[in-house]
């Protein structure tokens, strides 16, 4: 085999030209020699066999932030999206997969990730308390909405007092009243997410009376607030 040669006769790239950035000319002389032509099925089982059961090699920080650079502004075609999701049509990760994937995009390595500021009230919305709780209160309204008293559907749990105002009270259930998702953005439009009351529930159901549960409010509010009138 001659210099300069592989052993499967393809020319090697000569030593002095690694690391020389290509001219934009020869960039266009390459694209334009290589547009729409494809890979033939041999060429690219042959391609992907040459990596199956090797791991690759790792890409140092550098060649990331460069291909990230590179890869600013830049966003599929509608055409080409299409394609993406056809070709994953019916695909699945395994359950290896998908742990690897939960570890790796756990925490700070997380897209969304942002130095741990999720506050306190979230993380309480996302508890087993919050959502005990929130059953408890369907459930004991019958899975209907106050307002409309349409059974079903899209249905939210509203704090007649404040989430944030009254901590004490957050997951006693008397606190609580079954609304629609869109009585309950109603609401909160008409009377904002603070300082709210039982009397605005009232005037807001339009002179449907609080049943006796909704009563054992001012019970804890004497408990916890017995100087308070």
Not at 20 to 26: F, P
Not at 57 to 73: C, L, Q, T, V
Not at 81 to 99: A, Q, Y
Request: charged letters at 35%; one cysteine or more; proline letters at 3%.
């Amino acid at each position: 085999m001659p210099r300069g040669y592989f052993k499967d006769g393809t020319k090697m790239i000569p030593p002095k030209c690694f690391g020389r950035a290509m001219s934009q000319k020869t960039k266009d002389a390459l694209h334009n020699a290589l547009f729409g032509k494809k890979l033939s099925k041999e060429h690219r089982f042959k391609s992907g066999n040459g990596w199956r059961g090797k791991k690759r090699p790792k890409f140092s920080e550098e060649w990331k932030r460069n291909i990230s650079e590179a890869n600013k502004g830049r966003h599929h075609t509608t055409e080409s999206k299409l394609k993406i999701g056809k070709s994953n049509r019916g695909k699945h990760h395994s359950e290896e997969t998908k742990k690897k994937l939960s570890i790796m995009r756990r925490g700070e390595k997380g897209s969304n990730w942002k130095g741990g500021v999720t506050s306190e009230h979230k993380s309480l919305r996302a508890g087993i308390e919050f959502r005990l709780w929130r059953e408890a209160v369907f459930a004991r309204d019958n899975y209907t909405c106050q307002k409309t008293k349409n059974k079903g559907g899209e249905l939210h749990p509203h704090h007649i007092k404040n989430f944030a105002q009254y901590p004490k009270l957050r997951f006693i259930v008397d606190n609580g009243i079954t609304f629609s998702k869109r009585a309950h953005k109603e609401f909160h439009k008409k009377y904002g997410r603070k300082n709210n009351t039982k009397a605005q529930v009232k005037e807001f159901l339009e002179g449907y009376e609080i049943p006796v549960w909704g009563k054992g409010i001012d019970i804890v509010n004497k408990i916890n607030h017995p100087h308070q009138s």
